[in-house]
Antibody, heavy 119, light 109 residues
């Protein structure tokens, strides 16, 4: 059974940093692209970042230059390093598995970890 | 950036009725790269339809997707009580790599 478990969220001051983790199990982690998607309270879904099996990365415009995605295949874990956090980064952050290379849809999602940016 | 506009914002229907949800793109989207998700309160989104018309694993056949170019539709043939939720369309390609529509809330009338 595929499982994605996010952790690392919390309350942080504007300008601060946080690192999110997503522990993956139930599939061969190093053979699937992975992504982070966020959802601000009461709002819709927003793509944050993605990483391919070869390590290529992409970012949403609002986080480019501030967030860094990475993966540790030895630990089956996806990361999101978030720096220079702003109030508008407050959201539930989901990690999601890509269906397969060439089929860029999110077939499994974690339950999310909440990030709150406030002074 | 490809902007996806979903309509209506809210759809009020009764169980047993047919629901038609629209997703319009600001520029042409490959059908291969258009998906629909369902999200219930307090839950993560669930993939329903990918490639514009293919049902994801375990999705009932009352859900169907269609469309091409800039106009895509999600149809629920006969609404069940568990279908009342928020629905999002999503596309892949361009910059940013993925964009979502703003969602359609399907509520019980």
């Amino acid at each position: 059974e595929v499982q994605l478990v996010e952790s690392g969220g919390g309350l942080v001051q504007p300008g601060g940093s946080l690192r999110l983790s997503c522990a993956a199990s139930g599939f061969t982690f190093n053979t699937y692209p992975m992504t982070w998607v966020r959802q601000a309270p009461g709002k819709g879904l927003e793509y944050v970042s993605g990483i391919g099996t070869g390590g290529s990365t992409s970012y949403g415009d609002s986080v480019k230059g501030r967030f860094t995605i990475s993966r540790d295949t030895s630990k089956n874990t996806l990361y999101l390093q978030m720096n220079s956090l702003r109030a508008e980064d407050t959201a539930l952050y989901y990690c999601a598995k890509i269906y397969r290379s060439g089929s860029p849809f999110f077939d499994y999602w974690g339950q999310g970890t909440l990030v709150a940016v406030s002074s | 950036e490809v902007v996806l506009t979903q309509s209506p914002g809210t759809l009020s229907l009764s169980p047993g009725e047919r629901a038609t949800l629209s997703c319009r793109a600001s520029q042409s989207v490959s059908s291969s790269y258009l998906a629909w998700y369902q999200q219930k309160p307090g839950q993560a989104p669930r993939l329903l339809i990918y490639g514009a018309s293919s049902r994801a694993t375990g999705i009932p056949d009352r859900f169907s997707g269609s469309g091409s170019g800039t106009d895509f539709t999600l149809t629920i043939s006969r609404l069940e009580p568990e279908d009342f939720a928020v629905y999002y369309c999503q596309q892949y390609g361009g910059s940013p790599l993925y964009t979502f529509g703003q969602g359609t809330k399907l509520e019980i009338k």
